[in-house]
């Protein structure tokens, strides 16, 4: 059976299809993931400062300037996959990952050719964020699609335990170098160079995998029927109410899910004041908590709806995301610490075990890849690559917690929306 000209035609099949597109998910946010791993690590590298927050800030500013140009990587990913195929995008996005990763793990040090260490490091993350403004919309819509309308909650939840696997892949990776093959001398002079390097050797195989993956059944029926008039950007814009929905739902949960992930590898550290070692097991522990709470979710969602589930994340959220944050600040305890970060993957789950799914009901076949990146990758350039650096600035200024009301008040606007919106559940374009 050709790949790129037949869907799959059976359960074995869909789930093999499933099963690709996932890894490849994970490879790609490994590598993206590895440069907030290995922050506390290279960062002296690069930015040659004696304050270790300053150094954490500038890092944290080259991790927000991934995501200013994933908008672009968005629509450029989005409109190969819906005129080409989800397959050619997957295959593209993963390989300029693999660019990336190499430019992290072979460029010198700051010590070594001065400014344009930055400046190169400044160009690796541009081109990941690319690759990852691409990644997110085909996944989205390939999960989505591949999957049986009545199981597609489910189905497309695994976005994101590959998406949060990716970063405990980084993690274990770093566990492993930390706790069994090198020093933290030889981590800080050489040794943070390994998982990037691992990262491009993964994204190639991944590139390999994907070039059988098969093309989705919508995509090809759309593809019989649509004209250059149907696809990107000026078909996106026929959908105005769908694009501000995608805005408003996604701002508080990628703030929210860039808080509980990528942040808090630093907030522990710094703020909880818990060792290297402990920290990477405590934030492990919670990324896998957090990965067995998206099938339970999106499987959740196919029974009651998705609505239910964005409203719950709202109200939790908007309420509890200061205690917990407060709470955590004051621990010294790394198990109270494992509880907290738990407690607010419960309900930040309502949000990304469902939100891949929500946005591809939202847009008809023709424009669909582009409708989910696009918009999305804005709002997460606004909210969610920023929320690291926004918080690690509140507390170079001595204002640590404003950043927790910061956070409450992202989630509380975009709980606005899921009042307002429709059930793509019970209302999809997907149908």
């Not at 907030?36 to 290279?42: G, I, R, S």
């Not at 589930?309 to 407060?326: D, M, W």
Request: aromatic residues 14%; glycine residues 8%.
């Amino acid at each position: 059976m050709d790949a790129t000209t037949s869907g799959p035609t059976d359960a074995k099949s869909r789930v093999k299809a499933i099963f690709i597109g996932s890894i490849g998910n994970l490879v790609e946010w490994y590598d993206f993931y590895a440069y907030t791993a290995f922050a506390l690590y290279f960062a002296p590298a690069f930015f040659p400062n004696s304050d270790p927050v300053v150094q954490q800030l500038n890092a944290a500013t080259l991790f927000a300037a991934g995501f200013i140009v994933r908008p672009l990587g968005g629509w450029l990913f989005g409109y190969i996959a819906d005129r080409y195929g989800r397959r050619l995008s997957l295959m593209i996005s993963v390989l300029m990952m693999c660019c990336g990763s190499l430019i992290i793990a072979c460029t010198p040090t700051y010590a070594t050719i001065g400014f344009v260490a930055p400046v190169m490091l400044a160009i690796a993350r541009i081109v990941e964020g690319l690759s990852l403004g691409g990644e997110y919309g085909a996944s989205a819509t390939y999960l989505s699609e591949i999957a049986t309308p009545e199981r597609r909650g489910f189905y497309s939840s695994f976005q994101y335990v590959t998406l949060i696997g990716g970063q405990l892949t980084a993690i274990f990776v770093l566990l492993l170098l930390q706790t069994v093959f090198l020093t933290h001398e030889q981590l800080v002079d050489w040794g943070w160079r390994i998982p990037f390097a691992i990262g491009a050797v993964l994204a190639i195989v991944a590139m390999l995998m994907r070039r059988n993956m098969y093309e989705t059944e919508a995509f090809l029926e759309a593809k019989k029927v649509q004209t250059s008039r149907d696809t990107s950007l000026r078909g996106l814009l026929k959908y105005p109410r769908e694009i501000m929905i995608v805005i408003g739902l996604t701002a508080g949960g990628t703030a929210a899910f860039y808080t509980f992930t990528t942040y808090m590898q630093t907030f522990v550290r710094q703020t909880v004041g818990l060792s290297p070692i402990t920290t990477t097991y405590v934030i492990a522990a919670s990324l896998i908590f957090a990965s067995v709470l998206q099938p339970v979710y999106g499987a959740l969602s196919d029974r009651i709806g998705r609505k239910p589930l964005l409203i719950f994340f709202g109200v939790a959220g908007t309420l509890l995301t200061v205690p917990i944050l407060t709470l955590l600040a004051q621990t010294k305890s790394p198990f109270v610490a494992f509880l907290l970060i738990s407690g607010a993957w419960v309900f930040t789950a309502g949000y990304t075990s469902i939100n891949a799914v929500v946005k591809a009901e939202l847009f008809p076949t023709s424009i669909r890849a582009t409708g989910v990146a696009l918009p999305y990758a804005l709002t997460v350039s606004i909210f969610g690559g920023t929320a690291p650096a926004i918080a690690l600035w509140f507390k170079s200024q001595g204002h640590e917690q404003w950043f927790y009301y910061y956070l409450s008040g992202v989630i509380f606007l975009s709980l606005l929306v899921y009042a307002r919106m429709r059930d793509t559940k019970r209302v999809s374009a997907m149908d």
